[in-house]
């Protein structure tokens, strides 16, 4: 998509009105054409690291304040938690790299949309790495407290009963499955979860959606996946694969291989991405339409981010974009153009 394709909208670049200084602007450039897939990876890393960071975070309060018997956090304070990671991950990083943020919402591009399979593996390995990163920095946080209610388990017979559970330490980090929950259980509540999720996510990137401007989308998501965790997660809920393997990874890292979770661990990592290629897909056959019309805020939205990318001279992919003679001759544009067809919320 080119900007002759667009309507006529008068854009503004930053650099007409506060040019950057010199090592910013050489930088820019490099970025545009050489180091760009590198952003859009690290981008990728601290989306998953701020909602990491801010669900684990209050899950580790919880966890403590239980064994202790001191109400330090809450499943309310977790789902609150877990919206506002969410919400500021995409605030911050989905401009950058398309804000995707969970493996499987790349797998969907990949199917769906035409998502490179080659960037996809890197976004990938980011996710999860960011999730692994968060989950250590969120130990060593929280670390002389930990230490402290370990040694008190030890004390008191309790450590092997509840260590990998959810309701001991390990918990903090890894999912186990709840005492007495059959893994079939477990599989459905997580598939259904999921599957709406993925329905939620899709509704808000439909550029013809009036009731979800671009700007309401983060927090209409946030929302979703704290809906799911109010009323779902003490049965048992990952929706993320890279926030299950990355601090799971984390986990075995700390306590050796007792921690790996067992066959629910399959489950956790696994379910959500054939649910959310199936709700995908559903919104798509079912909900979508492309006899519908694009919203202003949608066309703003795309009509900046295809300026953006001729002004810098990149494609999303990193390659040199034709001149403007170019797109008056009819040349066409890459088939997967991210950051103008893919509105900003691509995500968790």
Known sequence: MTMHQLPHRDVVHLADIHPRQRVFSVWERYRHRQ?????????????????????????AGFVIGSIADESISSLQTIGFAYAFGILFALITCAATSGGHFNPAVTICHVVLRGFPIKKAC?????????????????????????????????????????????????????????????????????????????????????PTNFLVPPAAGPWVVALAYTMCIWGYSPNGLSTNAARDVGTRLAAIALWGTRANGGPYAAIAALTNIPATLLGACFYEFILADSARVVTPGHVDYLVAHTAHEEHGGVSAHGTTLPDSRAHQQGSSSPKYDEKADVVALERV
């Open 35 to 59: 180091a760009h897939w590198f952003v859009e990876c690290i981008a990728e890393f601290m989306g998953v690291f701020f909602y990491v960071y801010a669900g684990v975070g209050s899950t």
């Open 122 to 206: 890197r976004y990938i390995f980011f996710q999860i790495l960011g999730a692994f990163v968060s989950a250590l920095l969120i130990y060593a946080q929280w670390r002389d407290s930990i230490v402290a209610t370990e040694a008190a388990l030890h004390a008191a017979g309790k450590w092997d009963a509840i260590m990998f559970t959810p309701q001991g330490l390990a918990g903090i980090f890894a999912l186990y499955s709840p005492v007495g929950l059959n893994l079939g259980q477990a599989f459905l509540n997580e598939f259904v979860c999921d599957f709406l999720i993925a329905i939620i996510i899709w509704a808000c990137i439909d």
